[in-house]
């Protein structure tokens, strides 16, 4: 004889409801479709235009003409060590490289006769010009333009009537603009000086050649 025991009905409905909680409840654990967060984008590597055989050639500036001012002492007509360090780096220059008109102009501070002022401008200009000739410039590229006092860059006397010693040393000079072909010429301009002579007014200005 075989016999089957069974379990009481209110147990298994407990345990059917228990079972049925716990289920719920892991459910509810789980992100719905609308709450499962989207995964991080990866970090990207930024692309480039270029093709990777592309080679990038840097673009020189074009070449300016050259414009410099060598000084000069107190009613001086002779290079100083500072003089020619300067005229070496202009001789070792691209602009000087390039082969076009060597300009110098030669200039004095307003101190003396205007003729002597002249004279003292031109003896300074054909000193640059010698020493950058024996330096293997060649002479049929300058020009040399004698302009004495006319042209200053800085004032020759302060408003009180006194000499301007720091003004007048600035305006003893030699000014070299070495042109580039093919590129036009803009001479240099006095700045904060004084008035310049007007069209017509009597000036004196020597222009000569390395041949004169």
Do not use: W
Not at 87 to 104: D, W, Y
Not at 148 to 171: I, Q, S
């Amino acid at each position: 004889m075989i016999m089957i025991k069974t379990r009481p009905k209110s147990i298994t409905s407990a345990f059917i409801a228990v079972s049925f909680l716990a289920l719920s409840a892991c459910g509810r654990d789980q992100p719905t479709p609308e709450e499962t967060p989207e995964p991080a984008a990866s970090p990207t590597k930024p692309v480039s235009i270029f093709r990777p055989e592309a080679e990038v050639v840097p673009v020189e500036a074009p070449l300016a003409q050259l414009d410099a001012a060598v000084s000069f002492g107190q009613g001086g007509k002779e290079l100083d060590d500072a003089a020619k360090a300067q005229l070496a780096a202009i001789i070792t220059s691209p602009q000087m490289k390039a082969g076009g008109t060597v300009t110098l102009r030669g200039h004095t501070d307003s101190s003396g006769y205007d003729e002597a002022n002249l004279r003292v401008s031109r003896q300074r200009a054909q000193v640059v010009e010698t020493y950058l000739i024996e330096n293997g410039v060649d002479p049929d590229r300058i020009k040399v333009i004698a302009l004495g006092e006319m042209r200053p860059v800085a004032p020759n006397a302060k408003l009180d009537g006194t000499p301007d010693e720091e003004g007048r040393a600035a305006n003893r000079r030699v000014d070299v603009t070495i042109a580039v072909p093919g590129v036009p010429v803009a001479a240099p301009a006095p700045t904060g000086a004084e008035p310049q002579p007007t069209p017509g007014s009597a000036t004196l200005v020597e222009v000569i050649t390395a041949s004169d």
